[in-house]
């Protein structure tokens, strides 16, 4: 059975773009999925804290060698390693905050992106283990990042997003974007994620 994690990072709520395109992408998507299960994590109403020295420890113990003090500090870590890996389908809502991603998200990709749960280190270098999956980022932008647009090039949100997660095993990711939320494409530019969310829901 499909289960989804549905992870939202806005700030904003009712006036989030990409809180709201997201949950109408998962109302639409279930109506075609109702036998689907799913876990929601909001990222800004429950920030995980940034990383120190003692979790950068533990990170790279392995467990036998786990001191109390490191499995503690390890602890909020594997829960939400578990968490992610019990879903085979991510859909995952983020602004473009200052060219790249909100500071919740990439403290919660700090947390996820972990060696023997995540990642393995092989002979042959990185290997992913969070295979199988599928995963749908939802972005919303003030201005114009669309492909071939003068800021195409500094986009460090999607193109991070999918290095990240490709890292760790998840290759196929779908996009829905916004872009131009705080300009005259606005209108327009909602109107095409809510065309490619219809799209979505009935193939994904
Ligand atoms: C701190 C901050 C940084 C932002 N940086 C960018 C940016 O680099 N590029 C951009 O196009 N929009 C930027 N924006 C605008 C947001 O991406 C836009 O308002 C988007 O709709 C926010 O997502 P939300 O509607 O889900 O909250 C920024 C907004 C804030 C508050």
Redesign the pocket.
């Known amino acids: 059975m499909t289960h989804i994690l549905h992870i939202d990072t ?1 700030p ?1 709520l009712e ?5 709201s395109l997201a949950r109408e992408f998962l109302e639409q998507w279930k109506q075609h999925h109702p036998e689907a299960t799913v876990t929601y994590r909001d990222l800004a109403l429950n920030p995980v804290p940034y990383i120190d020295e003692t979790w950068v420890r533990a990170k790279f113990t392995p467990e036998d060698d786990y001191t109390p003090e490191l499995e503690n500090a390890i602890a909020l870590s594997d829960q939400l390693v578990d968490e992610f890996l019990a879903a085979d389908r991510y859909v995952l ?1 983020a ?5 790249s991603i909100p500071a919740v998200l990439k403290s919660y990709i700090d947390y996820i992106v972990r060696p023997r749960r995540t990642f393995a280190v092989t002979q042959n270098g990185f290997q992913g283990l969070v295979t199988d999956r599928k995963m749908l980022l939802v972005q ?4 114009d ?1 669309r492909p071939g647009s003068a800021y195409d090039a500094v986009n460090f949100q999607e193109p991070y997003l999918k290095t990240v997660f490709g890292f760790i095993g998840i290759t196929d990711i779908e996009t829905i974007n916004a872009n131009g ?2 300009i005259e494409l606005r209108d327009r530019e909602i109107a095409a994620a809510k065309s490619t969310i219809q799209t979505l829901a009935a193939t994904w």
């Open positions: 806005s904003r006036r989030s773009h990409s809180r809502s602004p473009m905050y200052n060219f919303a932008r003030g201005s990042f939320l705080n």
